[in-house]
């Protein structure tokens, strides 16, 4: 095991000369906070040693260069709103270093469509400013209101627009970087193409803060759709809903979003809202939105989509209340939580056309092992969302349970030809279960690149996958 060292006072003090007096936490009440993202699983709490707010790219550089001169763990960290454990500590100890003053947005320019901004602005945020100039950042976490633009970027946070612009990776043209060693970095470029060597901004997006910092990001806007609308289609079974994956863009349709809530789902969310949901009492919901040009344009779109869905037995289509609709999709995971405890938060990846076959198969593992859990999709791009319930099984037998209702469920994922994470990351809750179910060479040469951006091992230890001397 890699040997790592303590923060001692005078190294708290060495920190304190560098971000200020105020901005490094050692006592327990401040550090609290700090111990836990939003994921459910009490094991993986752990307290930092300490917590360091730096407000530039040439502090966040000076904490790294006299951790790796120590040989301390530096956690990176936004807001806190992952699932996964991927920005608290561990045993390895160490420091959490928080981007929540790095806030600003730096730069916006309307006419060329971009914004450059820290990461610690909040992803709604930025979402407003655009909309307030007539253009759209196109990434849409769930976590929208609370999660910061740097966490989007570290675990390459998908959402409810990925089915049609991407996920975070294509929204960024360039990002600043405070390397592991401590040196600054600019990686990528605001250019429509490029090939000159490594897309290294491209790897850093994604590596969940175990390759580098990122401390300043470039993002892209594109023009806000002149006309939106949102179409609730009600379907009798989960799985003619989900014939709409294949079956609008084989159309020529291409939605902006496409969810898929069944009606298990559909329920809690009703009881939790106390707001009466259409077809409740038997319908699975399709939600997709259309962007078009013109009034015409959509109105074009709106007809051809009550043609498919009809034909794929829709029960009843029609122009949602978009408020209503998009809050009961957002409120899942609270209605879950609130109707019945989450033992374990599963964001299983599938090609979108897989989709219907891994939901049969998770059915078929839960009733074999007394498992239950419900879930949503972001159908259009194959992503699911599931929450394993605490149900059906004794506190005593909860550990082993969830187990292996992952470890059954992953195989079946990497069978369809997914991956055990669209969006939430790896962090160290998922890395027994990726090590076991990622390709062996792959994950060797992304151990490798590990090893040449961070010699010491210091950035982000134990997350994603351990590390070997």
Known sequence: MKEYHHLTPALVEELKGIVGEKYVYTDKDKLIPYEKDEGVEREYFHLPEAVVLPETAEQ????????????????????????????????????????????????????????????????????????????????????????????????????????????????????????????????????????????????????????????????KLVPLPKYTVDILAVFPTVESALSLVTALPKAGIEPTCLECMDNAVIRVVEQYLDEKQPYSDKGNYMVIQLDGKSEDDVDDMCVAVDEICRAQGALEIFVADADKVWNARKAFTEASAAECPVAAMEDFVVPPDMLEKLLIELERIGQAQGVKFRGVSHAGDGNLHLDVLRRGFTADEEAAKIEAFEDAACAAVYALGGKISGEHGIGQKRKALFAKYEDPAALALMKAVKKAFDPNLILNPGKVFDMEE
């Open 60 to 219: 966040t550089a000076a904490v790294m260069k006299l951790a790796n001169r120590e040989r301390i763990p530096v956690v990176p960290r936004g807001a806190g709103t992952g699932l996964e454990f991927g920005a608290v500590t561990n045993d390895f100890g160490g420091i959490i270093l928080s981007t929540e003053r790095m806030n600003r947005i730096l730069e916006f320019d309307a006419d060329k469509m971009y914004m450059v901004v820290e990461p610690g602005v909040i992803t709604a945020e930025l979402q407003a400013l655009a909309k307030s100039k007539g253009l759209l950042y196109a990434g849409d976490p769930c976590s929208g209101d609370s999660c910061f633009i740097g966490g989007n970027a570290a675990t390459n946070a998908g959402g409810n627009r990925a089915v049609k612009y991407g996920t975070t990776r294509d929204q960024i043209y360039a990002i600043e970087v405070v390397t592991p060693t401590g040196e600054i970095a600019q990686f990528g470029g605001r250019l429509k193409k490029v090939t000159a060597g490594y897309p290294l901004e491209k790897i850093i997006i994604g590596s969940e803060g175990t390759l580098g910092i990122i401390t300043k990001l470039t993002l």
